[in-house]
């Protein structure tokens, strides 16, 4: 071997080693972006994806409140409802026992109508009524006094306070009932079953 050549040979060897060394480099940069690029590539759609999955499930939740949002407007217009109707037929059935109170009251005023009340036959007299059973019980030609037509409608009137307390009380009950048992269907199928009576 030529000495002359070893040193043209040694650069020449030089200058594949860099050639090498710049390629290994060159291909270590681009490996090493491709991964940076691959990652960030991924993270991207790691986050597009936990986006997507977040908004599907806020969708689905938003779904769910609006459907039980309905559901409660529902119940609640259903309440309305019934109670609206449950104060309507109690007015209605106040109205009819107001006519029915001032009919009566202006037949008792005219004379139309006479009101009156048993009495014992015989005790004007002083005769003890327990001494004839057949009188004590009653029989056909019981005696009667009429009352005067104030005193009459005074005694009528106490009973419609009364007809009216029990009216107004049962639609209360009604209506307490009702607005109970729509509310109940708002609560999940368990806590209901532990609130009903």
């Excluded at 005067?148 to 009380?169: E, M, R, S, W, Y």
């Excluded at 009932?177 to 209901?192: D, G, I, K, M, Y």
Aim: charged content about 25%; proline content about 4%.
């Amino acid at each position: 071997m030529n000495t002359s050549q070893w040193p043209r040979q040694r650069g020449q060897i030089q200058v594949v080693l860099i050639a090498i060394a710049c390629a290994s480099l060159l291909l270590s940069i681009v490996g090493l972006l491709t991964y940076q690029l691959g990652r960030s590539r991924g993270l991207r759609e790691a986050v597009a994806s936990a986006q997507a999955r977040e908004k599907t499930i806020a969708e689905v939740h938003q779904q769910a409140l609006d459907a039980a949002n309905q559901r409660e407007r529902a119940i609640e217009d259903s309440a309305r409802r019934r109670v609206s109707a449950i104060e309507t037929q109690f007015r209605k059935e106040r109205d009819h026992e107001k006519a029915n109170r001032y009919s009566f009251a202006a037949a008792v005023h005219t004379g139309a109508v006479r009101l009156s009340i048993p009495t014992i036959r015989g005790a004007s007299c002083g005769t003890d009524p327990g001494a004839d059973p057949a009188l004590a019980g009653g029989d056909r030609d019981e005696t009667r006094a009429q009352l005067a037509p104030k005193t009459g409608l005074d005694l009528v009137a106490i009973a419609d306070d009364g007809n009216d307390a029990i009216h107004q009380l049962n639609a209360c009950i009604d209506t307490y009932n009702t607005v109970r048992s729509h509310f109940n269907n708002l609560l999940p199928q368990e806590a209901a079953h532990a609130q009903a009576p």
